[in-house]
């Protein structure tokens, strides 16, 4: 039988123009009709978004792509929960946070906390592209390549400095009342996660200072056996030097914080959408017979609170130097489809006592108080903060 090439034409035509009908109103849901949008695209709220969105996409004088304006959509919604700690990759950015997770990472080589005017270095390492153009801790970098940082995260504003191996950056950077201009060179900056040397108190005493950098994956083990390293060399007391670690993984706070305090509670875990949790020591610490003191500053922020505070409460050890940062909430990085993620604050944490390191809801608060209150004097070579510490477990040592 001959088919009529008429219907034939309609049968492939058909299929095709419902396709395209589909997808054009797959992507304007505001054309359908009431009733069939609300079968079809949801909730009010998902409506009413799809809705502002195709009339800016359309309307607005200028053409803005429907990606950009969903990622500017997105960082406004989180923009108005007014919390400094949460925030929203897009899928360039959240891909160079990954990156940056990495033990190694192409960027100038410093550590920095999050001010109004940029980003405050705390740390430069030794021999890194940073020290050689003579930045110093203390600096403020306010711009980088023309971007200012006043209001930026952390990682939006780190994410400007870190770059190609062997490309450079400019930083505008504030030093008291002047103003620097520097061209820094990037390259692979391995971070140190733990570093230690060893004191000797005015009575021949050891004394040993490890610092940790960042609660990062495993730091725990790396902390433990350079403590044990020291101790084997003949340390007497233990300075957990915190300054300048903006923290990081709770669980390695619970570990750090157990190579010190034995038994009982570290941290308790309160989140919105989960029962609290509670962590508890794991055991195997170091003999309680061996002094400890950690030393702290504004820098101490996060996870490094969790430990410091956890061997305040217990009277396991005391803190040597200023208050810590104050950041009683934790985030957690939340992939979404379009390859970008949230990282929004999810909940709070509460030191073994019930108290919480913020203010109210996500505001800094004051932070722990040291024991013995001390500041570094950056006019001179010693390191006053250390010198105390030592004198203070020398004298417990002694007693």
Same mark, same amino acid.
Request: charge should be positive; hydrophobic fraction near 40%; charged fraction near 25%.
């Given at each position: @039988?001959?088919?009529?090439?008429?219907?034939?034409?309609?049968? #492939?035509? =058909?299929?095709?123009?419902?396709?395209? %009908?589909?997808?054009? &109103?797959?992507?304007?849901?505001?054309?359908?009709?009431?009733?069939?949008?609300?079968?079809?695209?949801?909730?009010?709220?998902?409506?009413?978004?799809?809705?502002?969105?195709?009339?800016?996409?359309?309307?607005?004088?200028?053409?803005?792509?429907?990606?950009?304006?969903?990622?500017?959509?997105?960082?406004?919604?989180?923009?108005?929960?007014?919390?400094?700690?949460?925030?929203?990759? +897009?899928?360039?950015?959240?891909?160079?946070? @990954?990156?940056?997770?990495?033990?190694?990472?192409?960027? =100038?080589?410093?550590?920095? @906390?999050?001010?109004?005017?940029?980003?405050?270095?705390?740390?430069?390492?030794?021999?890194?592209?940073?020290?050689?153009?003579?930045?110093?801790?203390?600096?403020?970098?306010?711009?980088?390549?023309? *971007?200012?940082?006043?209001?930026?995260?952390?990682?939006?504003?780190?994410?400007?400095?870190?770059?190609?191996?062997? +490309?450079?950056?400019?930083?505008?950077?504030?030093?008291?009342?002047?103003? &620097?201009?520097?061209?820094?060179?990037?390259? #692979?900056?391995?971070?140190?996660?733990?570093?230690?040397?060893? *004191?000797?108190?005015?009575?021949?005493?050891? %004394?040993?200072?490890?610092?940790?950098?960042?609660?990062?994956?495993?730091?725990?083990?790396? &902390?433990?056996?350079?403590?044990?390293?020291?101790?084997?060399?003949?340390?007497?007391?233990?300075?957990?030097?915190?300054?300048?670690?903006?923290?990081?993984?709770?669980?390695?706070?619970?570990?750090?914080?157990?190579?010190?305090?034995?038994?009982?509670?570290?941290?308790?875990?309160?989140?919105?959408?989960?029962?609290?949790?509670?962590?508890?020591?794991?055991?195997?610490? %170091?003999?309680?017979?061996?002094?400890?003191?950690?030393?702290?500053?504004?820098?101490?922020?996060?996870?490094?609170?969790?430990?410091?505070?956890?061997?305040?409460?217990?009277?396991?050890?005391?803190?040597?130097?200023?208050? +810590?940062?104050?950041?009683?909430?934790?985030?957690?990085?939340?992939?979404?489809?379009?390859?970008?993620?949230?990282?929004?604050?999810?909940?709070?944490?509460?030191?073994?006592?019930?108290?919480?390191?913020?203010? +109210?809801?996500?505001?800094?608060?004051?932070?722990?108080?040291?024991?013995?209150?001390?500041?570094?004097?950056?006019?001179?070579?010693?390191?006053?903060?250390?010198?105390?510490?030592?004198?203070?477990?020398?004298?417990?040592?002694?007693?």
């Amino acid at each position: @039988m001959r088919r009529n090439p008429l219907l034939t034409l309609l049968a #492939v035509l =058909v299929p095709v123009a419902l396709l395209a %009908i589909g997808i054009y &109103l797959g992507g304007h849901p505001s054309s359908l009709p009431d009733p069939i949008r609300s079968a079809l695209v949801g909730d009010d709220h998902a409506q009413l978004f799809s809705e502002a969105l195709d009339k800016v996409h359309d309307d607005y004088y200028r053409k803005i792509g429907e990606d950009d304006l969903t990622d500017r959509s997105i960082a406004g919604m989180v923009a108005s929960l007014q919390d400094k700690y949460s925030h929203y990759f +897009t899928p360039k950015q959240f891909k160079e946070y @990954m990156n940056s997770t990495n033990a190694q990472f192409s960027g =100038v080589g410093i550590e920095v @906390m999050q001010t109004k005017a940029g980003l405050k270095i705390a740390r430069v390492y030794k021999g890194s592209p940073a020290e050689k153009s003579g930045l110093k801790a203390g600096d403020v970098i306010v711009t980088v390549a023309g *971007h200012p940082l006043a209001g930026l995260s952390v990682e939006k504003a780190s994410n400007y400095i870190r770059g190609k191996d062997g +490309t450079k950056v400019t930083l505008v950077v504030a030093r008291g009342t002047q103003k &620097l201009t520097r061209d820094v060179g990037r390259a #692979v900056v391995s971070v140190p996660v733990v570093a230690s040397r060893m *004191h000797t108190a005015k009575d021949g005493t050891k %004394i040993a200072q490890v610092a940790l950098a960042t609660f990062s994956r495993g730091s725990s083990k790396q &902390l433990r056996a350079e403590v044990d390293k020291r101790l084997k060399q003949g340390a007497k007391g233990i300075l957990l030097d915190l300054r300048h670690n903006g923290g990081g993984l709770v669980d390695e706070a619970r570990l750090v914080a157990s190579i010190f305090i034995p038994d009982g509670k570290i941290v308790t875990i309160k989140a919105r959408n989960e029962p609290s949790k509670t962590l508890s020591a794991t055991g195997r610490a %170091i003999s309680p017979k061996i002094p400890v003191a950690v030393l702290v500053d504004s820098g101490t922020a996060s996870a490094a609170e969790i430990v410091s505070g956890a061997i305040q409460d217990d009277h396991r050890g005391v803190l040597i130097g200023d208050h +810590t940062y104050g950041k009683g909430v934790f985030q957690e990085v939340q992939p979404l489809t379009n390859g970008g993620a949230l990282d929004i604050t999810v909940g709070q944490y509460f030191l073994p006592s019930g108290r919480n390191l913020g203010g +109210t809801g996500v505001n800094q608060g004051g932070g722990l108080q040291p024991d013995v209150k001390v500041a570094d004097d950056t006019k001179t070579p010693a390191d006053e903060v250390v010198d105390a510490g030592v004198r203070e477990l020398a004298g417990k040592i002694g007693s």
